[in-house]
């Protein structure tokens, strides 16, 4: 990651240890009050939405549902009422503070400086179960229900912002040791303030306590900005930067409002052009993390709009390539992608019921934006983009094309053939990698993701989950004996990284039975731990209009002691339609060894699955994947 990071990183920790970083962060601020709620409401600056008011006013009848269509958001207000919270778009669990832990009840102590405090720690847990309910996102649910079933929940949002303040003393436990947690708060709490702008359950003293926090939560963004731009370099520097603009823009009456509205806008161009690649692909190898940032698109270039602000071309020229290439890899069917790349279940803004792995709410919205197509979905409502309100059961019409794609800045490679969806990995890494995945293959039949990604789990547990979600076993690629295709360190951290990676796609037709054939050819230096010049190549040949491939496998230059690997996450769908059968180089079949599987379908989540492992000591594996019974030659 180079010398200015480690160097970063040394100068960041001697501060931290020497109390230098701890006074930067000063406690107890004194109060002043920068505008009064008259004030802020006749600000020129302009939101999604003016008020609640407006939005009943513009509502039209076409937006008004079934019951039905209402049911997960009114199931989901019962759960809170009830003291239960939805964490990661996966499992509820009984919230009884801000600083417990509601896995394992560990308290968190509120008056430790946030700077005193691990993000990673066996004795705490996950810290993620503390932020969860604190960015805010549940009130997104709360103030929907507000609006479609007519139930002013005013007085519960604003009392959910007042315990929060109460519990968390500015720069003062875990609440505060993620910038990123505290930019998404900010940002969600804008939303609220907005919404219920005209409730009385606003008063001059809440507003007054509100504005308060606000300043002081974005003066610590500020001054820890460069952890962000420089340590992490991921999402979390582009909600940052975005978030920084986003207040000065918005809240004009802070004494640095103007410095960062300017630094914000600069810095978050500067990361948009880093971190999406040329071809729309992301750097953090992440289908969900690049929902996140597609979501930050959508407010950023939305409320410049609204408030006659452009940012750099770079910003909507990467955000439809960002478009593009999600769209190549999601299924037509149900809107989901393959379940690659880290998850921590991050959805920022739950603006509708879709199922959390469906991206097409989001990408729709960023499409409106863009001016690409109508919004249809109710994301874009909130957006202010008057949509035709999308009604359960209705398909969405874009059609895709079928054929193959090829992203090679960031090595994913795609083919669409009649109701089929062939997903490859093959890429090399220049920024840092987050699981050893590269030659993944995903397959989608008819809506069904029949070959599929395990997905992540947890980022806080014990080593055998993190090795086995993040490392090779949990794909569908090739291992040599137990080890990784890098070599895995603690936490996020990967030595030897995949340098070398190339991959294209070709047709192929045959004259003598007329059949057309789809070729995928990719190679990957690997396995540098273990030897030198380690290559394992990989050849996926797709039939056209049949439900078959053939996948061969070659690794060269490896050790004579270890076997290769080919190893299989067949969903529960596969076995209902489909079989696989292998050989090796000599033509004899090979038995699939059923093997200890796990899948993560979302965050802190996880069931037994079956995984198949073809074995050899030899260097080729070629392996048939075809519909049952298999349509004769």
């Not at 997104?140 to 007085?155: A, G, N, Q, T, V």
């Not at 939303?191 to 504005?211: D, G, P, V």
């Not at 918005?250 to 810095?267: A, Q, V």
Request: hydrophobic share 35%; with cysteine; glycine share 6%.
């Amino acid at each position: 990651m180079g010398p200015r990071y480690v160097w970063f990183r040394l100068r960041y920790e001697l501060l931290r240890r020497t109390g230098l970083l701890k006074a930067r962060f000063p406690t107890a601020p004194p109060t002043e009050e920068f505008a009064d709620l008259q004030e802020w409401k006749k600000l020129q600056t302009t939101f999604f939405f003016t008020s609640r008011e407006e939005l009943n006013h513009y509502a039209s009848d076409g937006f008004k549902q079934a019951d039905t269509y209402y049911a997960a958001l009114k199931h989901q207000l019962a759960e809170y009422r009830q003291g239960n919270l939805l964490f990661f778009s996966a499992n509820y669990y009984q919230v009884t503070d801000w600083l417990t832990n509601p896995t394992n009840g560990f308290r968190y102590d509120a008056t430790k400086h946030w700077t005193q405090i691990a993000d990673f720690s066996p004795t705490a847990g996950d810290i993620k179960y503390i932020w969860e309910k604190s960015r805010f996102a549940f009130l997104y649910p709360l103030i929907r229900f507000d609006f479609h079933c007519k139930e002013d929940l005013s007085e519960t949002v604003f009392a959910e912002i007042d315990s929060w303040v109460v519990a968390n003393p500015i720069n003062y436990g875990p609440n505060w040791r993620c910038s990123q947690e505290i930019s998404l708060r900010l940002l969600n709490w804008t939303f609220a303030l907005n919404y219920y702008k005209n409730s009385s359950a606003l008063t001059e003293e809440r507003f007054q306590r509100i504005m308060h926090v606000i300043y002081w939560q974005m003066r610590h963004v500020e001054a820890n900005i460069d952890f962000s731009r420089i340590a992490v370099r991921n999402n979390h520097a582009i909600t940052e930067t975005l978030t920084l603009y986003l207040v000065g823009l918005l809240y004009p009456f802070f004494p640095e409002s103007e410095r960062w509205k300017m630094l914000g806008k600069r810095w978050f161009e500067e990361e948009i052009a880093y971190q999406i690649y040329e071809d729309g692909t992301f750097l953090q190898f992440s289908m969900n993390y690049h929902r996140v940032v597609i979501q930050l698109l959508t407010w950023g270039i939305r409320l410049a709009e609204l408030n006659g602000e452009r940012f750099e071309n770079v910003v909507y020229e990467r955000a439809q390539k960002s478009l593009e290439f999600l769209r190549t890899g999601q299924d037509e069917k149900t809107g989901w992608l393959p379940n690659y790349g880290n998850n921590d279940g991050a959805l920022f803004f739950p603006l509708s019921d879709a199922h959390f792995r469906d991206y097409r709410p989001q990408l729709n919205a960023l499409a409106a934006v863009l001016k690409i197509e109508k919004g249809n979905w109710e994301d874009s409502f909130w957006y202010g983009l008057n949509p035709t309100p999308y009604r359960a059961g209705e398909p969405i019409a874009r059609p895709t094309g079928e054929g193959w794609v090829g992203f090679n800045q960031g090595g994913y490679y795609t083919l669409r053939d009649a109701d089929t969806l062939t997903f490859i990995r093959c890429g090399a890494y220049k920024d840092r990698p987050f699981q050893a995945d590269d030659l993944h293959l995903d397959i989608w039949v008819n809506g069904k993701n029949i070959l599929r990604d395990a997905g992540s789990y947890l980022y806080n547990t014990d080593e055998k989950w993190t090795k086995y979600f993040a490392g090779t076993a949990s794909h569908n690629t090739v291992m040599l004996g137990n080890y990784d295709q890098m070599q895995k360190r603690p936490r996020f951290v990967w030595y030897h990284w995949v340098k070398e990676a190339k991959g294209q796609w070709q047709t192929e037709s045959s004259t003598a039975n007329h059949r057309k054939s789809q070729i995928f050819e990719g190679s990957i230096k690997a396995f540098a731990h273990v030897g030198s010049n380690i290559i394992h190549r990989r050849r996926v040949t797709k039939y056209e209009s049949e439900n078959r491939w053939i996948v061969e496998d070659w690794l060269e230059n490896a050790p004579e002691d270890l076997p290769m690997h080919q190893i299989w996450h067949p969903s529960d769908d596969f076995f209902e339609n489909f079989s696989m059968k292998a050989v090796d180089q000599n033509k004899s079949e090979l038995t699939a060894e059923e093997t200890e599987g796990w899948y993560s379908e979302l965050y802190g989540q996880k069931e037994p699955a079956k995984r198949l492992v073809f074995s050899t000591s030899m260097r080729y594996i070629k392996t048939e994947i075809f519909a049952v019974p298999l349509l004769p030659v």
